[in-house]
């Protein structure tokens, strides 16, 4: 019995946890945007050469804060991910965007 509750605890914990940080960039990136951006986000994906999205693994060409409305507001045939996506995740994509670059 008390062998329960404490494992339930601990779950109870671990939730809080992945809420208080986000979910991780890395798996939003790979659900989200990697169909498009690919998953280096050199864009050499189906829907990204049909889309012409740019190559991001060599060159970002916008600022943290266009990179940010784009993703929470859309842009052009990127929808908006606003309604899926918190601050603090979109934050967090933002600065996994930047580490594509090599
Ligand atoms: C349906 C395909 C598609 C998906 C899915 C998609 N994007 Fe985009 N994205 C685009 C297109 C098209 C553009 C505009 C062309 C470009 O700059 O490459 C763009 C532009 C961007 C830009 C640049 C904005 C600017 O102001 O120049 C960023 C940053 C970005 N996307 C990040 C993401 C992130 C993060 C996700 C996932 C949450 C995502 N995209 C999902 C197609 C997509």
Redesign the pocket.
Known sequence: MMKKQTALLITAAMFCGSIAFGADAAA??TQ??A???GKDGS?STT??KK????D?SKE???SDA??A???KSG?????A?GDK?SDAD?KA??A??RGLKK
């Open positions: 939003n990136w989200h945007c169909s498009c951006h864009g829907m990204g889309l012409g999205v740019k991001y970002q060409g916008f266009d990179a409305k784009a993703i842009s052009g045939k990127m929808k991910y996506l979109i994509l933002v996994y965007v």
